[in-house]
């Protein structure tokens, strides 16, 4: 497959405006300003186009959310808090195609109406975000951002707005608050961001991976998108592999593309020794074992096999690799990440990474492992937001497989490995 | 009304209950944490959660509102389960220290771990700890984080209803700690408010700390004894000293909320200078002498003045019991009208005042003001400082639902951020503001006011004339009459300003007769800042009118008329019931030397005032937490009290005191309980007659509709008395003085608060940052402050937002009282500040 | 203290949100990013701008790991990742290592407050593990030896 979203990954001028307009950049734009905008919201939806950022809600619908009344403020949020550990693929189209980024939104804002869109960037990407604000300014320039875009009659003001080191502020009301300038914790809902999301107004909130796929929907159309990869979730996928691989790095592939053949074809293969697990879409996602490595790597396959396929961000391990520690890292990071709103998640995830520690330390006592499996029950399915249950679903799929090595650890005070 | 079962319990509530509120109307408790109703909704501590058949997770019932067919179970083993493991949770980092914990017997917490388990928990690891030793946030709050629940009750209640804003939650995770900006003192209402929502020994009050366990408290449902909100409050006492003020949801106007005054200020009741014995004046001392002679002697001596030589004058912090008795005194035994109550308001101010406000046409309900209200307008009041707890309740109506709200005030107040209008006038320019809303109305109704009678008073008046006159921008009256005009249905706040600068009541009258005529529906909430003030009016203590207003054939003298008729040799005797003239009367000078040339003078009181150490005959008596009674609210609410303990040493409640004096003249006369004299009132006062005494929230003790009829009497105003004395020119005195309560000071009472002392330590004049500007001032420096008639220190404070050319002392001050600023009952005065070193 | 350039370009970030308050993370950030701290009169100084409660500022400030609230940290503030993916290729040996070569702790500064060494949550380059950020820059695929010429580079800079 032809790269789509990767195609400047490897352009170092890709980021200048006069090499993306060079490279046909724009010119998606320019023909969404000649269809209606219901229709583009049709368009995308029928080309199956499935979010980016995690659940992997159908973009079309959410947009088709968005009340139609014209007087009426709206916003897009592009999610680039890009934070979850493994995923490192919005940061790509962010420093190398920043364009294709803003020409997606412009886009996206105009089907739905909305005339302000912020890009809420996690803090720590500093030159991500310069790189963004200089776009923008050239898109500007251009005549692609601000008064009567492109003679349209549409007008749109485009923001970057930079988070400060909090996993939290990627669930998208969190994200909204932290936009709003309040501390990122998540929101009751409904009401949606749909109906009231930024300053209590309709508000779409998507991740950047889903809204740089929208430029080549919209010069493509729908039914070539939905032509790549299986029915329910079509579309290029950006998959981001690390740990212990020869190639690690970013592989632009047809969604569905089996879990081996991107460790082993595209990255290259295993590092250091054989292979022992991989994590499919980020930390959150329950591991693979070699049994399961014919998995495809798309939402609905890897559901069936009670994990997800998240961000995409494939991690890889192999045999050295200790899961007690896996585990602590996971954890660790969860109830760093915690926000501290709800009680199971705050307390729950700080008190598995306590035992988890202790384990690490050769300190484990018997018993650790079962009382680790009883704090995931008393956290899975009663935390406010998914954070919580992703933490206790990262270390259930761990123990799922490796529940041996834990007991190890409480036995012997150390590593099996 | 949406039909469901809980726990298999069938239940019919209204569309959009929570679940947790729909199971408590069916019987059914479900613990919760982080909700309290009339906060915020959070769903955050997943305490309350609930089974709903069909949906895959448990949810939060206190955000879940119900749905048509819903089944619910909240007791089913998942949720039992899921319970069991919230609460282990919030014991893992929870500091477990009952034993030293002022909240043991009463936190939330040890009472959800009795009833719900887990009884052990397995938590074995190191506890996260914020600090090792409490750490005071403010005089009265001290706070220990390491038993925090995280459920933000604090910061919702300081933000969302106090409005101050000044707790946040610092850090995230399990390392969040709520507390203030970094942990610093706080500058605040100090209303305690926090202490009050958290449930477990985390916010804490710092007069009450180590005092006492709940179980070993003796308690009283009573009224709280400052402004007239009319919050109800459980006064609590060990071995005789009253420890603790607390407030509960569900109870009285209030619910939780409680003020400075209300929460810390009822320590003057145990205070040391309490009068134990009555004080009679002999060879020019005052020497304790029994009741009987006391008794005795009052009667002789009052009983030998002709009945127009007489007065009385009584706190409008008596019951209603002590001033229909107090009325009856002086109205049956020594046949005089001059009688009033205060020293501060002016008999005809107080006649126009409850007219143009319809106090004597019944009660009007502060929640039922509020709903479905289009527009909002408080005027005439300083609300946040005077009335503290009418401005959370209002900010708390405000964030649940959006109403037009208009401020007009001299002073910047807190409320002004929940107003979409703030106008700043100059004091005592109500009327000119008021009647240029009004004005704008007329023009812009065209033919629809054209007819009306009040059609000629708007012809020659000049909208630019009286714009000037008030200070206010032409555009904002024309924004405010426009939103009024625009509106089907207004409420008034209308309070003491209209009582000290009754020339506005003018404008207010005619600018409710107006939209009254225009099809508005008007409704005014009068705001009093002496609890008992309305019942007092309602009693008859007034010169001019008795029980249910009722006018008498010969009104008698107000106040000011009395100080001038004692001081022109024309009144010879007084009794004073709890009034300290001397601090209070707006002409300290004045009212001390009229005192002085009384032949007799009897006060009644719990310290020895100033006044008191004039007298003659000084009579010790009880305090709110010493007696029952009822008093009566801003709103008309009569509401009950019971006594807690008995009164120090000799003393004796008012009400025991003035029955017996009416016994001795009338030995028919056999009222011995306030109870007695209750029945009497509801026989006099119609209002009143078929009142129940409910210190639950209910609005059932509200009678009549509120003022929506009031006749087109508008004051005739009183030629302007220029008493230049030259020695002064407007530019030597380039200030304009005002008075009112601060929030820590109303009256004398809470100057004998040692607690409330600590809130505010010395005498403060506040100017506005302009003028601090001008005059190079900051918050901190000190000045005098100079007069015509008088000079006094104080440090400045700084208030954004008031307006300029505005200086303003608050009333009861023990070191600079601000009545030796004014004369003749005149509220206002030119003033100038000069720095001094400190 | 805000300088005031910072609190022209606080001005100028506020242009770009709806509410004042809104403008609270970047104000923190430019309060931040000369003298690497956040002090008490930066947050008054913020809030008095920006029209809200002291607390409020406070509240964000310590809910985002970026700022460094009234803690000093050195010039150059070195994070390294201690996630999943850098931790798989020996983050921990560069910790170990950086540790060592500034004579510092995880969380400490050098006596010369040039170097403060922390650890960090996945900064999103898990592709070129292990990595760590110095102050704005991101320096990827380490080895020790490519540490040793990073910290040489650093050090004799001022
Ligand atoms: C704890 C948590 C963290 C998240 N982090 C991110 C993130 O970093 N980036 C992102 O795009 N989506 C993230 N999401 C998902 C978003 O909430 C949201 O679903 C997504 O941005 C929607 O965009 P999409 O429809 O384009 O996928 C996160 C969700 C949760 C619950
Ligand atoms: S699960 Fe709860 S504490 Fe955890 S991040 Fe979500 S809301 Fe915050
Ligand atoms: S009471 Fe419902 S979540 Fe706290």
């Known amino acids: 497959m032809k790269p789509i979203l990767l195609k400047n990954q490897f352009n170092p001028e890709a980021y200048k405006v006069e090499s993306y307009v060079a490279g046909g950049g724009y010119e998606s734009l320019k023909k969404a300003f000649t269809m209606k905008p219901d229709d583009i919201i049709q368009l995308v939806k029928d080309s199956g186009l499935r979010g980016r950022g995690g659940a992997g809600f159908p973009t079309g619908l959410k947009w088709s959310f968005i009340p139609k009344d014209p007087t009426m403020q709206k916003y897009l949020a592009c999610n680039a808090d890009e934070g979850e550990p493994g995923t490192f693929k919005d940061r790509g189209i962010i420093n190398n195609d920043p364009h294709l980024l803003i020409e997606g939104m412009t886009i996206a804002s105009f089907a739905f109406g909305a005339s302000v869109s912020y890009i809420y960037i996690r803090g720590e990407f500093v030159f991500g975000a310069r790189r963004l604000e200089a776009a923008i300014a050239e898109a500007y320039e251009k005549g692609f951002l601000g008064e009567n875009i492109m003679g349209s009659g549409f007008s749109h003001d485009m923001y970057v707005h930079c988070g400060a080191g909090a996993y939290i502020c990627g669930e998208e009301t969190a994200l909204i608050d932290s936009l709003e300038g309040r501390r990122g914790t998540p929101r009751i809902k409904p009401p949606f961001p749909a109906i009231e999301g930024l300053n209590s107004k309709p508000t779409v909130i998507n991740n950047v991976e889903t809204l740089s796929t929208v430029p080549s929907i919209i010069k493509n159309g729908a039914k070539w998108f939905a032509g790549i990869g299986p029915e329910k979730c079509p579309g290029p996928k950006i998959y981001g592999v690390s740990g212990h691989v020869q190639k690690p790095g970013l592989y632009e592939l047809p969604m569905g593309t089996p879990i081996r053949e991107i460790i082993f074809n595209h990255a290259g293969g295993i590092k250091g020794g054989t292979f022992k697990a991989a994590i499919p879409g980020g930390i959150t996602a329950p591991m693979l074992v070699e049994k399961d490595l014919d998995t495809r790597m798309d939402f609905d396959s890897l559901a069936a096999k009670q994990s997800m396929l998240g961000s995409g961000g494939v991690i890889v391990m192999n045999n050295s690799t200790c899961m007690v520690k896996v585990a602590l890292i996971t954890n660790r990071f969860f109830s760093h990440e915690s926000c501290g709103k709800c009680t199971p998640c705050r307390e729950g995830t700080t008190w598995i990474t306590q035992i988890l520690k202790r384990m690490e330390d050769g300190e484990g006592r018997p018993g650790d492992t079962a009382e680790i499996e009883r704090l995931c029950g008393m956290i899975f399915g009663r935390t406010f937001c998914p954070l919580g249950d992703g933490a206790t679903m990262a270390i259930r799929g761990n123990l799922a497989h490796f529940r041996d090595e834990f007991i190890y650890h409480e036995e012997h005070g150390r590593c099996k490995v | ?838 | 203290m805000l300088t005031e350039e910072a609190k022209k370009a606080i001005k100028e970030v506020m242009k770009r949100y709806k509410t004042k308050r809104a403008a609270v993370m970047p104000a923190l950030t430019i309060a931040q990013d000369d003298v690497r701290e956040v002090t008490a009169e930066d947050m008054l100084e913020i809030a008095e701008m920006l029209e809200i409660q002291p607390v409020i500022v406070n509240e964000v400030a310590k809910f985002y790991t970026m700022y460094n609230v009234q803690r000093k940290v050195g010039k150059y503030h070195i994070e390294v990742c201690h996630n999943i993916s850098c931790n798989l290729l020996q983050a921990e040996r560069i910790i170990a290592h950086i540790e060592n070569r500034l004579n510092i702790k995880v969380g400490g500064t050098t006596t010369d407050g040039k170097f403060t060494l922390s650890t960090a949550e996945c900064l999103g380059s898990c592709g070129t593990a292990p990595m760590m950020q110095i102050n704005d820059t991101y320096y990827e695929d380490l080895t020790e030896t490519k540490v040793n010429d990073i910290l040489a580079t650093l050090k004799s800079r001022d």
């Open chain 2, 1 to 838: 009304m949406a039909k469901l079962t809980i726990n298999g319990k069938f239940i019919e509530v209204k569309d959009g209950t929570l679940i947790l509120e729909a199971a408590k109307q069916a019987g059914i408790e479900i613990p919760t944490f982080c909700y309290q109703a009339d906060l915020s909704r959070i769903g955050a501590c997943r305490i309350c959660l609930v089974e709903i058949a069909g949906q895959r997770k448990l949810m939060t019932s206190c955000t879940t509102p119900v749905m048509e067919g819903m089944e619910v179970n909240s007791e089913s083993a998942a949720v039992q389960e899921s319970r069991k493991g919230v609460i282990e949770f919030f014991l893992s980092n929870h500091s477990l220290d009952c034993p030293v914990c002022d909240k043991a017997g009463e936190c939330e917490l040890q009472d959800m771990v009795y009833k719900h388990g887990p009884r052990k928990g397995s938590f074995k690891e190191k506890k996260i700890r914020f600090h090792e030793k409490d750490y005071p946030l403010s005089p009265v709050i001290i706070k220990n984080s390491n038993r925090c629940v995280k459920c933000t009750r604090c910061i919702r209640v300081c933000r969302d209803t106090v409005g101050v804003g000044v707790l946040g939650s610092m850090g995230r995770g399990a390392h969040q700690e709520e507390t203030s900006f970094l942990r610093t003192y706080l500058d605040c209402d100090h209303c305690g408010n926090c202490i009050e929502v958290c449930p477990v020994g985390c916010f804490m009050r710092r007069p009450y700390r180590y005092k006492s366990r709940p179980w070993d408290l003796k308690s009283a449902d009573t009224i709280c004894p400052y402004c007239a909100t009319g919050c109800t409050s459980k006064i609590q006492e060990r071995d005789g000293e009253v420890v603790r003020s607390i407030s509960k949801m569900g109870k009285g106007v209030n619910n939780e909320l409680l003020c400075a005054r209300g929460r810390f200020g009822f320590d003057f009741i145990s205070n040391e200078d309490r009068l134990t014995t009555p004080l009679m004046r002999k060879d020019g001392e005052l020497v304790p002498v029994s009741w009987d002679e006391a008794l005795e002697s009052l009667a002789v001596n009052l009983g030998a003045f002709a009945p127009e030589r007489i007065g009385g004058i009584a706190s409008a912090r008596l019951t209603n019991e002590d001033l229909f008795l107090f009325q009856d005194l002086m109205r049956s035994a020594f046949k005089t009208n001059n009688i009033d109550s205060s020293a501060r308001w002016n008999r005809d101010s107080v006649s126009a005042f409850i007219k143009a406000t319809g106090i004597n046409e019944g009660g009007v309900s502060l929640r039922g003001a509020l709903e479905g209200v289009d527009a909002i307008f408080i005027v005439g009041t300083q609300i946040s400082e005077e009335n503290p707890v009418t401005d959370y309740l209002l900010r708390r109506s405000f964030d649940s639902r959006w109403v037009f709200t208009m401020i007009a005030s001299a002073r910047a107040m807190k409320l002004d951020s929940c107003a979409q209008l703030t106008m700043r006038h100059d004091p005592a320019t109500e009327n000119a503001l008021l009647t240029a809303i009004a004005k704008v109305i007329f023009d812009d109704a065209g033919e629809k006011a054209a007819g009306l009678d009040c059609a000629e008073l708007f012809k020659d008046l000049s909208l630019k004339d009286l714009s000037d006159e008030s200070g206010v921008d032409q555009s904002d009256i024309g924004a405010a009459a426009r939103k009024l005009f625009g509106s089907e249905s207004a409420t008034f706040f209308a309070g003491t300003e209209f009582l000290r600068f009754p020339d506005g009541l003018r404008g207010f009258s005619l600018l409710k007769e107006l939209l009254t005529a225009l099809g508005k529906k008007i409704t005014v909430v009068p705001v009093l800042d002496r609890c008992n003030q309305r019942g007092a009016w309602d009693m008859g203590v007034h010169p001019a009118f008795g029980p249910g207003y009722e006018p008498v054939e010969n009104p008698g003298l107000g106040n000011a008329g009395m100080l001038e008729a004692a001081d022109a040799r024309q009144l010879d005797a007084l009794y004073i019931a709890g009034v300290d003239i001397l601090n209070n009367y707006p002409d300290f000078e004045t009212a001390e030397k009229a005192l002085s040339k009384l032949q007799y003078l009897v006060v009644n009181e719990l310290f020895l005032t100033g006044t008191a150490a004039m007298a003659d005959l000084v009579l010790p008596v009880a305090s709110f937490a010493e007696k029952a009674g009822t008093m009566t609210n801003q709103e008309g609410r009569v509401q009950s009290m019971s006594p807690l303990m008995k009164p120090p040493g000799e003393a004796r409640t008012a009400h025991d005191i003035f029955s017996a004096l009416l016994k001795a003249h009338d030995f028919e006369f056999n009222v011995a309980k306030p109870k007695g004299t209750f029945e009497k009132i509801q026989a006099n006062v119609k209002s009143y007659a078929d009142v129940e005494l409910l210190n639950e929230r209910s609005d059932k003790s509200l009678t009549g509709e509120s003022g929506n009829t009031v006749s087109s009497s508008i004051l005739e105003k009183e030629a302007d008395e220029e008493d230049q004395t030259p020695a002064y020119t407007a530019e030597d005195l380039p200030l304009t003085l005002i008075t009112g309560n601060h929030l820590f000071y109303s009256g004398m009472l809470s100057s004998r608060s040692a607690t409330l002392g600590s809130l505010l330590k010395e005498a403060i004049v506040e100017i506005n940052d302009t003028d601090a500007k001008k005059y190079d001032l900051k918050s901190g420096d000190h000045v005098t402050v100079t007069g015509r008639y008088h000079e006094g220190r104080y440090a400045v404070r700084v208030k954004n937002g008031s307006r300029k050319g505005v200086a303003f002392i608050p009333e009861n001050f023990k070191t600079g009282p601000v009545n030796r600023f004014f004369r003749k009952g005149e509220w206002s005065q030119k003033v100038r500040l000069k720095k001094v070193d400190a």
